[in-house]
T-cell receptor
C-alpha cells in the first residue's frame, strides 16, 4: 500500500506565500502530481514531478525529492480564489491520493 | 486540456434502487477510465479501473456485484450502483487517461463528479 501524508489545513493572507508539504512511502514511483479541488468539484491538475527538483508554473511551484519521499507545493501571491483543497497524488501503476490540505486565504 | 463529462451531476434516490452514472471523454479516446469515491473531507479513493472492452479491475474492499462498471467504448464508461443504501451516498468521480504515446505525463483528466444521495 501507500502512505501519503499532508497537513489537514493551512491559513494564509492574500498576497502571501504558502508551502504545502507532502511525504509519501510507496513500493514504486512513477511520478507525483498536485491537484486543486474546490468544494463539490473535480480535481484539476496543477503540476507533475517525476525527477528531483523544482518545477515552476506561474504562481505555483512544486518540488520533489525522491530519496526523501518528499514534495511540496508552493503557492505565491495568494489570491482569494486559491482557497481550495490541494491534493498530493503519487503514481505507481495507479494514482493514489493524500487526504488533501484545505487552504484558506484571508483578506 | 482534455474534457471529461459526467451525468448526472446530482442524483437522489430511494434505498434499494439502482443508479447509473455515465462518464464520457469528449475530445479524446481514453485507454483507461477510473472510478473514484470521495466522502466529505476525505481523499479520493480508487474503486476500480476499466479498460475498453475488458472487465474492470476492482480495488480491495469494493464489491464488484454492487458497483457494476461497463466500459463499452473508448469514450464511455458507466458505473451502476445497484441496490443503493444510505451508506453509498458519496461524491463519485470518474477519470480518463489519454491514449497518447507522446504524452509524457500519461495524465488523467477528471470529470466534474456526481453527488449521490440515497434516502
Amino acid at each position: 500500500g501507500q502512505n501519503i501524508d499532508q497537513p489537514t489545513e493551512m491559513t494564509a493572507t492574500e498576497g502571501a506565500i504558502v508551502q504545502i508539504n507532502c511525504t509519501y512511502q510507496t513500493s514504486g514511483f512513477n511520478g507525483l502530481f498536485w491537484y486543486q479541488q474546490h468544494a463539490g468539484e473535480a480535481p484539476t491538475f496543477l503540476s507533475y514531478n517525476v525527477l528531483d527538483g523544482l518545477e515552476e508554473k506561474g504562481r505555483f511551484s512544486s518540488f520533489l525529492s525522491r530519496s526523501k519521499g518528499y514534495s511540496y507545493l508552493l503557492l505565491k501571491e495568494l489570491q482569494m480564489k486559491d482557497s481550495a483543497s490541494y491534493l498530493c497524488a503519487v503514481r505507481e501503476y495507479k494514482l493514489s491520493f493524500g487526504a488533501g490540505t484545505t487552504v484558506t486565504v484571508r483578506a | 486540456g482534455a474534457v471529461v463529462s459526467q451525468h448526472p451531476s446530482r442524483v437522489i434516490c430511494k434505498s434499494g434502487t439502482s443508479v447509473k452514472i455515465e462518464c464520457r471523454s469528449l475530445d479524446f479516446q481514453a485507454t483507461t477510465m477510473f472510478w473514484y469515491r470521495q466522502f466529505p473531507k476525505q481523499s479520493l479513493m480508487l474503486m476500480a479501473t476499466s479498460n475498453e472492452g475488458s472487465k474492470a479491475t476492482y480495488e480491495q474492499g469494493v464489491e464488484k456485484d454492487k458497483f457494476l462498471i461497463n466500459h463499452a467504448s473508448l469514450t464511455l464508461s458507466t458505473l451502476t450502483v445497484t441496490s443503493a443504501h444510505p451508506e453509498d451516498s458519496s461524491f463519485y468521480i470518474c477519470s480518463a487517461r489519454v491514449r497518447d504515446a507522446h504524452d509524457p505525463y500519461n495524465e488523467q483528466f477528471f470529470g466534474p463528479g456526481t453527488r449521490l444521495t440515497v434516502l
